[in-house]
């Protein structure tokens, strides 16, 4: 390993957690270069997917190269750390293994070639070094050795406490689709969501999106179809509770949280006929519409000829609102209503087997930024999808998904509900029929 020069070509390490992820990194270790430390504390101090980032000092596959590394590591960093009037702790930190108390007391005495003058202090230390060993991510086949170790010095830790603090389980208003709290935190972090933005969500629902955002110092607003949700009233998502009681609402959630000053409003609106001005109103628009699976999608209107008025109630006519069509409003609508540099960030459901990424609905105006996947099951995932306006929309924008051929291919997932429970239906055969061979 080369030795480093100065502080400016110091790499930093990410730990980071793997129980919310749908698929297996190599390593949950990531090491990163190019950044200051101030950089890796603005990174923690807002992601929900690290649990620690650290001051690389050494690596190695085997302990020996361990040591090798870290006598190669450049004196002048460490000393500031290490003099005689300092406290510190070495703690040891495994994955995909569990070590003795008795054995991680030997790895800390194996590390004595380390300069260290100070006082040792594991109650309230000035400075907190680990050592990590990383041992695969295979729990049935764990080796005798790590695969791969490192030492570095504690940098920060990162809001993983905000999924507990702020688990839908514990929310006072929710329903059938609240959003995950992990999720909806990852999702404001695409919006780049920050203090005094005005963030708004068009499928609000029970508001999961808006208390993400407004933790983070937005303030929020939202509409819903739904006259129900919005109002808090009608039938409880919560196991043995009938109806939702006198309080449950999306104000309720943010006052919750401490969040009652950043909520803005909420209203009964349809989204395929936004009530808005044509103006850039939104820094960020962050929303989950409905897929049709526990949410129907469906917009004012009909497809008969009305000769008379409706009679005036809060349940209009509705028909139903292809995705298709959804995506396109939406695309739409934040073209005219975000701000130059404003973020899209939305769920857009595939069904696996014929997705590709021309399927990802695009616009003139909005520059696609990230495409991740989460799948939901063997067949069907939903795609997170971010896009930043990089333009002001100008007449015929809003008819460019016509002439592109993105358009028609996501057409075929206007039949996601079908093709969903398709492949549920198909997975319950083979299992009732593995049944009747086994005899059971």
Not at 13 to 23: E, K, P, R, T
Not at 125 to 133: G, K, R, V, W, Y
Not at 365 to 385: D, P
Request: proline share 5%; net charge negative.
């Amino acid at each position: 390993m080369a030795a480093f020069s100065s502080r400016s070509c110091l790499q930093y390490l990410l730990h980071l957690a793997q129980d919310n992820l749908d698929f297996r990194l190599p390593s949950p270790f990531w090491c990163l270069d190019g950044l200051s430390e101030e950089d890796v504390h603005s990174i923690m101090a807002r992601s929900v997917c690290a649990k620690s980032a650290f001051e690389l000092w050494g690596h190695g596959q085997t302990h020996s190269e361990l040591r090798t590394s870290l006598l190669n590591f450049p004196s002048e960093i460490m000393s500031p750390f290490m003099h005689k009037d300092s406290t510190y702790r070495i703690n040891v930190y495994t994955f995909n293994k569990t070590l003795l108390f008795a054995d991680r007391i030997k790895r800390i005495d194996a590390l004595e070639y380390l300069p260290f003058e100070g006082r040792v202090s594991l109650k309230n230390p000035q400075h907190i070094f680990c050592l990590l060993e990383d041992y695969g991510t295979d729990p049935n086949n764990i080796p005798e050795d790590p695969n791969y170790i490192y030492f570095g010095r504690w940098i920060a830790d990162g809001q993983r406490d905000l999924i507990r603090s702020h688990s839908v389980k514990n929310r006072h208003f929710i329903g059938n689709t609240s959003m995950d709290a992990g999720l909806s935190f990852i999702m404001a972090n695409h919006a780049r969501v920050k203090q005094d933005d005005l963030v708004f969500d068009p499928f609000v629902g029970t508001g999961s999106l808006l208390v993400a955002c407004s933790h983070f110092g937005a303030y929020v607003c939202g509409t819903d179809i739904d006259y129900n949700t919005i109002h808090g009233k009608g039938r409880s998502s919560r196991k043995n509770q009938k109806w939702r009681g006198p309080d449950e609402n999306i104000r309720a959630n943010l006052r919750q949280y401490g969040a009652q000053k950043m909520y803005v409003d909420v209203m009964v609106s349809d989204a395929s006929k936004p009530a808005w001005r044509d103006a850039a109103l939104f820094d960020a628009i962050v929303t989950d519409p409905p897929y049709g699976i526990r949410e129907a999608t469906r917009r004012t209107g009909s497809h008969k000829d009305i000769a008379k008025p409706a009679e005036e109630s809060h349940v209009p006519v509705s028909q139903a609102y292809h995705l298709s069509d959804i995506f396109t409003d939406l695309l739409n609508f934040s073209a005219h209503h975000l701000v130059m540099g404003g973020r899209l960030v939305y769920w857009l459901p595939v069904y696996r087997p014929e997705y590709c990424e021309e399927m990802v609905p695009l616009h003139p105006c909005l520059q696609l930024i990230s495409n991740c996947e989460q799948t939901l099951s063997s067949h069907t995932s939903r795609r997170l999808i971010t896009m930043e306006k990089i333009k002001e929309p100008e007449e015929f924008d809003s008819l460019a998904h016509l002439s592109d051929p993105r358009f028609s291919a996501y057409q075929g997932h206007n039949a996601f509900r079908e093709k969903y429970f398709s492949g549920l239906n198909k997975k319950s055969t083979k299992e009732n029929n593995k049944s009747d061979v086994s005899g059971d």
